[in-house]
């Protein structure tokens, strides 16, 4: 018998269980071959063809056979492999999904797989054919007015209404009719943003929920009669639709992401800006008089005892997931991915007490995340899984790359180039072995395992695992605050009732994305080691970013990274005079950042202006984030060793304050 891959479908899990055929090799197209196929003993009789329309077939040594994709037909749908880890090994980039003007916030496919739904910087939804051809279909202006961070196609629509969420704060339903032509309906307005958006298996398909920047988590349901202008926040109705409020305490933080217990609705887990997942149970949440749960329906809390310890700054959670194995996974902040099981709840009853666990079944290393905010995590169900049972973890980085792990023995198994700077979506196809992600380019792509031989090259995962680990020069690392985010969303709600001020901010959106691919491109040269490219890249990307009729918080926040890694680059090339000019300019416009006030310290020790040099060690060990003081202080204390009169510098004087910028 050949030696194939997969095999899909109801009709057909017979001969697989039976051991009579090994695999069937899907080609492009809504048919599957099965190799050998007059060889086989079988008891049924297929409905089959000779030749598959369109369809290139290998040569064989016997006929094979095709069956028409059961999957339109409603049948049970269950992917069986008999070697699914070739096809983490084959993944390579198939198509590029090229229509959008901004970074693809937001990826994932219709129920059967053969569409998928993206959403960008550019407030469009685009609609696409799945494989063979991933052609757009629909192009489609939603009416909001800042970045789509979520859109999903509603169940059992015929892929005629999604849902859209994003920066705005608005909560959007739109509706193709017949001829193709969209209606946008706002379900709710905030004046927040909304992050992401599910829905919750065992559930009508009109109902879905949305996790939010306040701490709240929603529930809708398409069903209710909401008028020609949508809800509005602050209407009774909404508040019922209240779920949770996530508070620490008299602290609220925000709620980034959410994913179900696939097998019923009912358990849910949430992580956001804490370093908690907390797992609730649908069924025992109660509201109080103003809509916010009392704290009921809390079940479980996972965190690993490790960031418990180290208290470190900035740590979040950006993306959860839950699989069929009551496990789940969380990819933090600054730290590392985690795989939790719920069956080590501490309490037998968990359904009736807030149980803790802090003792990770796996952990999964290598990547970074710490330059976006809602990253994602998911196990690689669909066409990966052996029998619906999980057995990889895939996540984006910070580094460009889609990394996939060996679920039980944390291993990583795949590395590939899923975008020129950032990965932050994931979505597995329903059924079969092909993985969409997204990012900071303004395209997605469809990784399918369609290469010859392996993609997977070992020694270059070992270089991209210690680069992140150990390269701390790249700027990237200052995460986007709760300010930032903040900032954006006032410009949001300034552009509503503005129209030249929204024409304004959708110019400085594309100049900003602009300059932010330039930069993503630097960044990549300079972790390859070509600081001299770097530079210049770094060069673009400022002179990009010309003056406009107001300054953003995004726009400053963008030149200051090119400064930093302006001076960074100097450093490397041991150009001191210009890494200072550098790190002045990068202090113009924060002169607390600690990064400038470091590297413009390490350029004076270059010069052998050790003096000047500990003024701004001072500095920056007040402005630093506790993992970033260490460093600081390492080269504080050999300047020190060097220097021990430096000790009994005043600590505040004005021959400090001269050494500020001039």
């Not at 056979?65 to 070739?86: L, Q, V």
């Not at 892929?159 to 709710?188: F, H, N, P, Q, Y």
């Not at 305490?249 to 217990?261: I, M």
């Not at 005892?305 to 789940?328: A, F, P, W």
Request: with cysteine; aromatic share 8%; net charge negative.
């Amino acid at each position: 018998m050949a030696n194939h891959e997969y095999v899909i479908g109801a009709n057909l899990h017979s001969l697989i269980r039976s051991r009579q055929v090994d695999g069937l090799k899907i080609k492009s197209g809504p048919y599957w071959k099965i190799p050998n196929y007059n060889s086989i003993q079988h008891n049924s009789k297929e409905e089959e063809s000779s030749e598959p329309p369109s369809i290139s077939s290998s040569p064989s040594s016997s006929p094979s056979k095709y069956f028409p994709c059961p999957i339109r037909n409603g049948d049970a749908i269950e992917p069986i492999m008999s070697n699914c880890s070739s096809f983490i090994s084959k993944l390579q980039i198939h198509a590029k999904l090229k229509q959008h003007n901004g970074c693809v916030n937001t990826i994932d496919w219709n129920e059967d797989g053969s569409k998928i739904i993206t959403g960008s910087d550019d407030t469009y939804l685009k609609i696409w054919n799945g494989s063979p051809s991933y052609s757009v279909i629909h192009s489609i202006r939603t009416g909001h007015s800042r970045n789509i961070f979520s859109a999903r196609f509603v169940p059992e629509s015929n892929d005629a209404k999604m849902i859209s969420c994003g920066m705005d704060g608005e909560v959007r339903l739109t509706t193709l009719d017949e001829s193709g032509k969209a209606t946008s309906t706002i379900l709710g307005d905030f004046n927040h943003m909304i992050y992401k958006i599910f829905f919750p298996p065992g559930y009508p398909s009109s109902v879905f929920v949305t996790t939010q920047q306040d701490g709240t988590i929603r529930m809708y349901d398409l069903r209710e009669s909401i008028g020609g202008g949508g809800i509005a926040e602050g209407s009774p109705s909404l508040h019922k639709k209240i779920l949770i409020k996530m508070n620490n305490g008299s602290r609220s933080y925000s709620a980034n992401s959410l994913a179900f217990d696939p097998l019923g609705g009912h358990q849910f887990v949430v992580g956001g800006s804490s370093n908690e997942i907390k797992l609730f149970d649908i069924r025992y949440l109660v509201m109080n008089q103003n809509g916010a749960n009392d704290g009921k329906g809390q079940i479980g809390r996972f965190c690993p005892q490790s960031i418990l310890d180290n208290k470190k700054v900035g740590v979040s959670i950006t993306g959860v997931d839950y699989n069929r194995q009551n496990e789940i996974v969380a990819t933090y902040s600054k730290e590392d991915v985690f795989l939790f099981n719920l069956g080590d709840l501490t309490s037998e009853e968990y359904l009736k007490e807030d149980s803790f666990v802090n003792k990770p079944r796996q952990i999964y290393t290598g990547r970074t995340n710490v330059a976006t905010f809602l990253k994602e995590v998911c196990f690689m169900d669909g066409g990966f899984s052996r029998n619906s049972v999980s057995s990889y973890v895939a996540t984006g980085s910070d580094c460009g790359n889609v990394f996939i792990w060996e679920k039980h023995t944390g291993e990583l198994v795949q590395l590939i180039k899923g975008d020129h700077s950032i990965v932050n979506g994931l979505a597995p196809h329903p059924f079969l072995p092909h993985l969409a992600v997204c990012g900071i380019d303004s395209y997605a792509k469809i990784l399918e395992p369609s290469s010859e031989t392996p993609t997977f090259d070992p020694l270059r995962a070992k270089d991209t695992m210690n680069r992140n680990i150990n390269d701390s020069d790249d700027d990237e690392d200052d995460s986007f605050n709760e300010f930032n985010m903040f900032q954006l969303l006032i410009q949001a709600l300034r552009a509503r009732a503005d129209p030249e001020r929204q024409q304004r901010n959708e110019r400085e959106i594309a100049m900003l994305n602009e300059s932010e691919t330039i930069r993503a491109s630097a960044n990549q040269l300079f972790r390859n080691g070509d600081a001299r490219g770097a530079l210049t890249k770094y060069r673009e990307a400022l002179d990009v970013l010309v003056p406009s009729v107001f300054e953003n918080a995004r726009m400053s926040e963008s030149r200051l990274h090119c400064y930093n890694n302006q001076a960074a680059c100097y450093l490397q090339l041991e150009e001191w005079n210009n890494a200072i000019q550098a790190c002045n300019e990068a202090l113009d416009i924060d002169p607390n950042s600690h990064k400038a006030l470091f590297r413009r310290a390490q350029a004076r020790v270059g010069l052998g202006q050790d003096r000047e040099a500990y003024f701004d060690l001072k500095r920056a060990i007040r402005h630093s984030p506790e993992e970033y003081v260490a460093q600081v202080q390492t080269l504080k204390d050999a300047i020190v060793q060097k220097h021990p009169d430096f000790l009994q510098l005043p600590s505040e004087s004005e021959e400090e304050d001269e050494e500020m910028d001039e």
